[in-house]
Every structure is written in C-alpha cells, then in structure tokens.
C-alpha cells in the first residue's frame, strides 16, 4: 500500500531525486510521507515527515547527501499524523526506516522493547523495527539487521539507513520491492516508475532476500543474500521496456484520463502473445479438472467476464471464485486443477493468499499480470505479461481492457478458433482507436454534466455484460463517491427495481446479442418507475434518454462497453470536485488483506 524509495551514488542531491522519486509513488499512498538524508557533511540524519499528498510539496533547498531514503504512506497502523509517518526512527535517533507491509507480531515486540526501557512514539507496527536493529548494534549495522528480521513476522519490505553508515539496507518477505542499478549508483523502490528517469535496467528481489548497496569512493556496490542460510546471491540484470513517459501524464490532467485515452493501444499490445505459449494454456485448460478464475476488484470482474466468455466461445465450465473466497474452496483442489489470476500489480495480497492455499494442493497456477516481476508473476507456473505500461491512476481502466482482451483471445484458443479471436480483437482495437477521440470525450462529459449531482446510480447488463455492469459500478463508486450498484439485467424484478425512483440515471449495456431485446425489456421497466435511461449501445433506442454510441464488435462488447463508462466516472469525479487519481481511503496495489 506504500510507496518506498531510495538512493545510494554519486549524485549530492539524493534527497531530492528521493522527494521525486516518491511522487512518481504517490499513487500507492498519499496520506502521508517522509524521509530520511545522511548528510554529506555531518555525517547526521536528517528527518523530514509532513501529513498530506507529497505533490502538494513545494520542495526546500536539502543538504548535499548521496543516501537517502523515503516512503509515501497509507495508513494501517496508527492514524494519520505526522509522528506516525515513515521514516521510523530508533530509540536514540540514528537508525531510519521505511517500511511497506504489516509486522503481526509488533505488539509482542513493542511490549519486550519497552521492558528494556525502549520508548515508542508513535502508533505504527513499524517503529519496533529501528529499536530492534538499535538493540542489537554493537554486532555491526549489518547483523543487528539481519537479527532484527529474524524477529519479525508478517509481510515486509523494509529499507534502512543508519547515521555515519555509507550503506542502505534492505530485505523483501511478501511486500513488493525491485532495485535499479544506474550508473556508479542504485535505486531501491517498491516500483519500477520510481527510477526510469534514471535507469532502465532492474535487478528482482524474491521474498526472504536482503540486500546491501555500499558505497565505495565515487562507486556504489551492491549484494544480495538469502535470509535463511545468509548465502550470497548472484542477480541477473533485467532491461525493461517501460519508457519514462509511459509513467508520466505529459498534457492529461490526470492519468486515470491518460490511461483510459492509453487504449487506443493497449488491446492490441495485449494480444500480441506467443502462439505457442497461448496454446499450451489453452490445452492446459482443456485438460483440467477444474479451473478457477481468480481475482479482486476491478480484476475479479475481468476473471467474472472470463467465465462467460469461456463458457459461450469453448462451452468450458469454469469457476470464478474473489481471491478474498478462494480458500473456501479448496476441498475441490488436486495436482490437476488450474488456477488462473488476474491482477495488474502482481502484488495484490488476497490473490497472493489464494496462490498459497492452492500450492498446498499442488494446483498449476496461470497469471496474467501488468507488472513484470511482480510476485505473482514469479510464484506462477506460467505467466503473460499484458503490456498495458505503467497503470498509475488508482482506478483499473487499461488494465482492464488488456485482460479481458487476453482472457478473450485464450477463450477462443480453447475453442480450436485462435485466429478468429485474434481477428475479432485486432477489429475492436481499431473501432476503439476511432472511438477515443476529443468529440466522444466531449459527449461523454455532457451526460455527466447532467447526473454529476444524483446520489445514486443503477448499471445493468446480462450476459458478459453483467460482469462490466458490475464493474462499471466499482468505477463510478470509487472515483465519482456516488453510490452505485450493478445487477444482472434480469435480477431487476427480483428486488433492486424497489430503488428506482424518479431521475435516477441507469446505465444500460447493451451489445447487439441474443440478449439486447431482454436487456432493452428491463431498460423499459426502469424507465417506467421514473429511471433516466442512458444506453451504452451500438444502436439507438427510443427507450434511451441518453444514447453513447459503441462500436459494434460482437462478443467483444465487454471490452468496448466498459470504455464510456471508465469516460463517465472520470468526469464525474471532475465535476464533484475530486481527484480521481487518488480516490479517499484506496490505493493501487492492496498487499496488505
Ligand atoms: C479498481 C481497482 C481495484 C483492483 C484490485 C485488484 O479500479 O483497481 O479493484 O482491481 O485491487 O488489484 P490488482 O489487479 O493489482 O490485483
């Protein structure tokens, strides 16, 4: 849920490239943030926390420093406030730390510390660490860290510093966390934008591993060990092929609107796969006893929209089951299940649980991830890459469609029509090229303009546009705080219909399918009890007040429909007066449960 960054080199202001660095983090937290500088010329620390958003920072003249570390904060433990920011820092002031993650047994710790005499000032689970490491320090920086890891349980990236140290420290256990390694100087971050100003080029942590970045003269070095036997660990270099204005939102006002204008690309990026590779996942799900969609959010709903593309492209049963519910089903798990995850960041901690509780069973696991050497993409038997670039807005908009796209294209590969699909998904992705232009976003603001003020919004759809009215609701909540829901378009008379009263928008999906004249029946229903229909359709229709036209791509229609809405609730949320890149209470990347 944090935003962690460092630097160790031969640049004197570290800590600026720390308070830039983080503000390429903001997304994954923003109610706080601070850092930590070993001045150049002290040699002493230098603290800096404020409460609020760093982009609101408007920056000071920082000592020369070549170490710095700094993390952008979400709030678990302990509220919101200054003293409970990071850096934590050790009982006498010289040991700093940053932390990403949930240490479970800090009670028990704080309780032993403060028998010692130890004083906490904040409310953080992370404070303990520093005290422990201070604890331990006549055996050397290096072994009180490594005896302060050994205390901890939970998840963790943790990053230190320590006065008159010329060193960083750090170790992973089930927190994301990735090095840079630039020129005569590294970077240590909880995501690749963090760097890519500077450098490209990656070194991957697993969990259980810490490193060591020295400084040598005008050189840095770096060394990785394993945390259980302390054995050297030689690391390969990874060149990425993130440019740095992928993660940058150069004219857009925000990158939830960037990223959404990002899918005249993306689709097809998705779907440039492997033949080989998309086959033998598709023989794999055709051999499976069982195969369960897994996912949370914005990603469940693609897993949902997955089921039903299997089931009507390869008549393939398979399950869709929230990461957060998985182990409820794990009497139905043996060697020859498959278990297929959806998940942008790679780091989401339910899906990483679910993961665990089906490795126990000895389930082959299939992810589809946006984030290269995430950890789900490295725990995976077998993995794609999406593509979809840097997704930085908290809310999932081309991740999304990439997903569904691949979900789409494996769907048909499982029914013997790969080419067909690949076919159906170019021919979309170019209709949605046309679709995304300065007029459709015009048209789309001027029905916002129009609800912005409602409390309330309905969304329905049937088919595998139920999943997407589901999704669409996930969107407008999140970004616009207008309460929404999505049903199945046929649940309606069951009970919802009851909400309807007069004025109320109601988004429509609709897809020119087996279902249109059903889902058309129910929009009538709603319309009748006083809804404001707004059809999302590649037709008009006299029952619509408002009509957003969508190409019509057939079986692809999830893909395209979600579109306007991710549109929609983007204004929205301008309209109210919000930032929809940074919604209240959420941030990218949830890796704590
Ligand atoms: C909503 C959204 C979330 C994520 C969910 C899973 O717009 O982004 O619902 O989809 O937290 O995240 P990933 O895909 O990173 O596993």
Known sequence: MCGIFGYLGNKENSTEMVVEGLKRLEYRGYDSWGLASILQEKPAIEIVKKVGKISDFKGKKFAKSHIAIGHSRWATHGGVTQVNAHPQTSEKGGIAVVHNGIIENYQELREELAQEGHKFKSETDTEVIPHLIERYIELGFEKAFRKALARLKGRFAIVVVGEKQETIMAARRGSPMIVGKGKDEYFVASDIPAFLPYTRDVMYIDD???????????KAEINFFNLKDNSEIEKRIVEIDWDYTDAEKGDFDHFMLKEIMDQKETICRAINQ??????????????????????????????????????????KHVNFVVASEFSAYHHFLTDKTLMVVVSQSGETADVLEAMEVAKKKGVQILSLVNV??????????????????????VASTKAATSQLSLLLMI????????????????????????????????????????????ENMYIIGKGENYPMALESAIKIQEVSYIHAEGFAAGELKHGPIALIEGGVPCLVLLSKDENYQDVINNAVELKSRGGYIIGISPENNEVFDQWIKVPDVNGASPIVNIIPVQILAYYLAVLRGKNPDMPRNLAKSVTVK
């Open 372 to 393: 290269e050497g995430s950890s789900i993409q490295r725990q995976s038997d077998y993995s794609f890459l999406i593509n979809a670039g840097p997704e930085k807005a």
């Open 274 to 315: 492997d033949t080989k590779e998309i086959m033998k996942v598709a023989e794999r799900i055709k051999g499976a006893y069982g195969t369960f969609l897994v996912g949370c959010g914005t990603a469940g709903k693609v897993c949902m929209a997955g089921d039903y593309f299997l089931s009507k492209i390869a008549q």
């Open 208 to 218: 259980n591993e810490m490193l060591i970045i020295k400084k040598n003269g005008e």
């Open 411 to 454: 769907a048909y590969a499982v029914a013997g029509k790969l080419e067909e699909g690949r076919k159906l998904l170019i021919e979309s992705a170019s209709k949605i090229n046309d679709m995304l232009n300065p007029r459709y976003l015009t048209y789309i603001k001027a029905v916002a303009e129009k609800i912005y003020e409602q």
